[in-house]
């Protein structure tokens, strides 16, 4: 089984699409695709349909999803030959408590995503710099969109999603942080213009696009991102910017463009490092 959720949901059995189009049971196959190979408790699965509210159906309307999932499983194995050998209850497993959604070897976005990261990551720590950028960047690629970004969630999916999507920038900020210790500053103004706009309080993203911008002789530019985030903060947040920002922004004003900030290790201190 193929499961695809970093962006449109997409669980494939032999090649063959077993989405469904309707929402619940969409939400049904959602949860246990993110979780495949796992028991999803029967009550996660009621509270993330009808949040803390279900019917008194709850349970035999659950049900009903499931035997509309296993007619799909079924078409999906028949198209593969496997009818006889595999039937859709050896896919959409029943066990005591829950359901699990057998993904019998095939592949998963996430599971790629987080192997992919964590060489990068590794790669970082190492100093690999190249290497790091570009197995970041191919973990990056996975992603076609918000993670379930075509589902109508729940609690737990929404709670998943948010986790997930703080997954990816933890990967994109430390890919940024490659690209820079390689010197493609100028490559990266256009793409951290575009984050810092969507990213309205993300101390570290717009703590790089100053970093990209000084060294690219910008300095007033820089001071102006520093400005723009500090506005929002206090605006929306009621929050100054971090000790780590502060310094950087001292740094700068303090620098000249001839004599930019020096890269840092990881994190919002790295940023603040004058070399």
């Not at 959720?5 to 246990?32: D, M, W």
């Not at 896919?91 to 192997?115: K, Q």
């Not at 590794?122 to 100093?127: L, N, T, Y």
């Amino acid at each position: 089984m193929d499961i695809d959720v970093l962006g449109a949901l997409a669980v494939r059995e032999n090649g063959v699409s077993i989405t469904p189009t309707a929402p619940k049971p969409r939400q049904v196959l959602a949860l246990l695709a993110l979780h495949a190979d796992q028991v999803v408790p029967v009550a996660a699965l009621i509270e993330e349909l009808w949040a803390g509210e279900p019917p008194r159906s709850a349970r035999t309307t659950l049900q009903t999803y499931v035997l509309q999932l296993r007619a799909m499983i079924t078409t999906a194995l028949e198209a593969g030959g496997e009818g006889e050998t595999r039937t859709a209850k050896d896919v959409l497993v029943t066990l005591p408590g829950g359901y699990l959604l057998a993904g019998n070897g095939g592949t998963s976005d996430v599971r790629e995503f987080d192997r992919l990261a964590g060489m990068g990551y590794r790669a970082m720590d190492a100093g690999d710099f190249p290497g790091a950028a570009r197995l970041l960047r191919e973990a990056l690629s996975l992603w076609s969109g918000a993670a379930f970004a075509d589902v109508h969630g729940g609690a737990q999916l929404e709670m998943e999603a948010r986790r997930l999507e703080e997954t990816r920038l933890c990967a994109l900020d430390q890919r940024i942080e490659a690209d820079m210790r390689l010197g493609r500053h100028r490559e990266l103004l256009a793409e951290l213009t575009v984050l810092a706009s969507r990213y309205r309080t993300h101390e570290n993203l717009h703590g790089q696009f100053m970093l990209a911008l000084h060294r690219s002789g910008r300095r007033g530019e820089a001071l102006d991102v520093y400005q723009r985030l500090r506005g929002t903060l206090v605006r929306e947040l009621g929050l100054e910017p971090s000790a780590a920002l502060r310094r950087l922004q001292r740094s700068i004003l303090m620098s000249s463009p001839e004599h930019p900030v020096e890269p840092a290790d990881t994190g919002a201190d790295r940023l603040a490092r004058v070399g």
